[in-house]
């Protein structure tokens, strides 16, 4: 009995430390992603605000002189996104950084879940405002400031319901892109937390 209870005993401690490991392994795997989402965050921002209209892209390939901090590479990067959803792009390469950061101290991988649906929705509202309201651009000569799908989404419905109220539009656009962009930072912070980011920001 005693040998029986010693036994159990053992094979409950070899559980405790394998789910341990599991533990540690997983944490620390979610650890690295959180990384490599901020990363990804700081070249896809890196790449935008060193875009260049004149370095090669995928319309105008041939030009060898880049200006582009992150060569070709980054030209490429950057004339996607700006070609496809404009300068919301610019909002969308902070969200990843604050998304990597978010998921590197809680642990949570599900956050990037989060942070893709709400990215979705503002990058569409947010390129839709810019094709609506400021489209006129030199750098984005080709699909404006809204890309190519603030280009689709106007000449649809969404773009006959901003047209029955400009003014009205144009504010509840503002209010909805960047409750979306905040929303998570909430849910990620807390209240407090949120709190003290605004009070930094405009103090």
């Given amino acids: 009995m005693i040998q029986s209870d010693k ?3 053992i094979i409950m401690n070899i559980k405790k430390i394998a789910n341990l490991v599991l533990l540690f392994i997983a944490k620390r795997l979610t650890e690295i992603f959180g990384i490599l989402i901020f990363f990804l965050g700081i070249i896809l921002f890196t790449s935008l605000i060193s875009y260049s209209p004149e370095d090669p892209n995928f319309i105008f390939p041939e ?3 880049i200006k582009n901090l992150l060569g070709f590479r980054g ?3 950057s004339d996607l996104f700006f070609q496809s959803i404009g300068l919301i792009s610019y909002v969308f390469s902070i969200t ?10 809680t642990k949570d991988l599900f956050l990037i879940i989060e942070s893709i649906f709400y990215s979705v929705i503002y990058s569409l509202l947010g390129s839709s405002f810019f094709n609506n309201f400021y489209d006129s651009t030199f750098a984005l000569f080709i699909n404006g400031n809204g890309g190519f799908i ?3 989404l106007n000449e649809s419905m969404f773009g006959n319901l ?7 539009s144009y504010y509840l656009l503002i209010v909805l892109i ?3 962009f905040l929303l998570p930072l909430v849910f990620y912070c807390g209240y407090k937390g949120f709190k003290l980011i605004l009070d930094f920001i405009f103090k």
């Fill in 150 to 152: 603030g280009n689709y």
């Fill in 63 to 65: 030009n060898t002189e």
């Fill in 96 to 105: 990843l950084i604050f998304t990597g950061i978010n998921i590197t101290f």
């Fill in 75 to 77: 030209s490429y990067i």
């Fill in 7 to 9: 036994f159990d005993s």
């Fill in 162 to 168: 901003i047209a029955l109220n400009q003014i009205v």
């Fill in 178 to 180: 960047i409750g979306f």
